[in-house]
């Protein structure tokens, strides 16, 4: 078996390589193909590198996806520069570095909201956007009244957040009674949002 076969069967033993080195040796008693012979035991530090070659193969196919990379993720983001949306700036764990790495590896933005609820699926995150349409003459009775350019708002409904409220002597004029950190999310769809939109957040649970 091969090391490139290794990515798809899975990285073999040191003694499997020995074994499959001895497989292949020439004919003749110079050459015994027991794994108990000097000649084995010349072939031992072979099988031990080409084990280990495999081994990290299989670990390397990991980073070829900026979503599961660790070891080449800031190679990644050093490519992709700063995000336009300044989603970096913010303190990330992991998982969120990697998933935002990834969207902006892969991710091709259109301009319909269908397209703005798949980005945010790229970060597990589930939306919804409402859009409006202007009422007309003959609508039926029970339709919310919709004038211009109402039309062109997106309510964007996001799923809960940690909420954090203020207390009690802690808390100073001007602070919020309650605040929900931003999501990775509403930063690029402010910024790519086609222009005559102007989106709304709402966090509920």
Same mark, same amino acid.
């Given at each position: 078996m091969s090391a490139l076969n290794a990515l798809t069967i899975g990285a073999r033993s040191e003694r499997q390589?020995?074994?499959?080195?001895? +497989?292949?040796?020439? @004919?003749?008693? $110079?050459?015994?193909?027991? &794994? #108990?012979?000097?000649?084995?035991?010349?072939?031992?530090?072979?099988?031990?590198?080409l084990s280990l070659v495999e081994t990290l193969m299989l670990a390397f196919r +990991?980073?070829?996806? @900026?979503?599961? $990379?660790?070891?080449?993720? &800031? #190679?990644?983001?050093?490519?992709?520069?700063p995000d336009p949306y300044g989603r970096d700036q913010q303190p990330l764990t992991q998982a969120e570095q990697q998933a935002l790495t990834y969207s902006r590896w892969v991710t091709r933005f259109g301009v319909r909201a269908a397209d703005f609820v798949a980005f945010a699926a790229t970060f597990g995150v589930v939306i919804s956007i409402q859009q409006y349409r202007v009422t007309t003459a003959g609508a039926f009775a029970g339709v919310d009244l919709v004038n211009a350019p109402?039309?062109?708002d997106w309510l964007v409904t996001l799923p809960s957040a940690v909420e954090t409220l203020a207390?009690?002597?802690?808390?100073?004029?001007?602070?919020?009674?309650?605040?929900?950190?931003p999501s990775l999310v509403v930063p690029a769809i402010l910024g790519r949002a086609p222009a005559q939109t102007t989106p709304y957040f709402s966090y509920v649970g």
């Open positions: 390589v020995l074994d499959d080195l001895l +497989a292949i040796a020439p @004919p003749g008693d $110079a050459m015994p193909t027991t &794994p #108990d012979t000097v000649f084995a035991q010349m072939l031992m530090p072979w099988a031990n590198e +990991a980073e070829i996806n @900026p979503l599961t $990379a660790v070891n080449l993720l &800031p #190679d990644y983001e050093r490519v992709l520069g109402t039309q062109f207390e009690a002597s802690a808390a100073q004029a001007g602070n919020l009674v309650s605040s929900f950190p």
